[in-house]
């Protein structure tokens, strides 16, 4: 907002200058409608800049009063606004470390469910081996290492 009330008073400086030959000018169409004598002219023209540097003055004492009012209005909404923005900030700070803590929590999760999984597909796998060597009549290792075990014995009461 100020960069535009800038703006504006340095255009209100430019329609309120007068130049010298502008004032000239001005005085030399109010000669020649008889409104005005040369004598006269010089202090015409030094008048009428010395009025236009005047209202010039007035019209920048007002307009940086302007500024300076709606700059003291702006800075507590500007201290507000950098509140929020670092409330903001804190925020997603923490969101982003909650949003982490759960992902590697879900992460865990999943591993431990793949564990379990794999575990008993190897246990539900062994059994129905088993099974079918058992309907098969074919002896399973635990069997061979029994029958192993009885043929040591043998062989040791043997000798």
Do not use: C, W
């Amino acid at each position: 907002m100020p960069k535009i009330l800038k703006e504006l008073y340095l255009a209100s400086l430019g329609i309120m200058s007068l130049t010298y030959e502008k004032a000239r000018e001005i005085s030399n169409d109010l000669i020649k409608k008889g409104e005005l004598t040369k004598k006269r002219q010089q202090k015409f023209i030094t008048d009428l800049l010395e009025e236009a540097r005047k209202n010039t003055t007035e019209v920048s004492k007002i307009i940086n009063e302007k500024i300076d009012y709606l700059v003291q209005r702006g800075k507590p909404l500007k201290k507000s606004q950098d509140k929020l923005v670092k409330d903001l900030k804190v925020k997603a700070k923490k969101t982003k470390v909650v949003s982490e803590e759960r992902i590697n929590h879900i992460i865990k999760e999943v591993v431990l469910k793949e564990i379990k999984i794999k575990e008993e597909t190897s246990r539900s796998e062994k059994d129905r081996i088993e099974e079918i060597l058992d309907k098969l009549n074919i002896p399973t290792k635990e069997d061979l290492e029994e029958i192993h075990k009885k043929l040591d014995m043998l062989i040791k009461e043997i000798r």
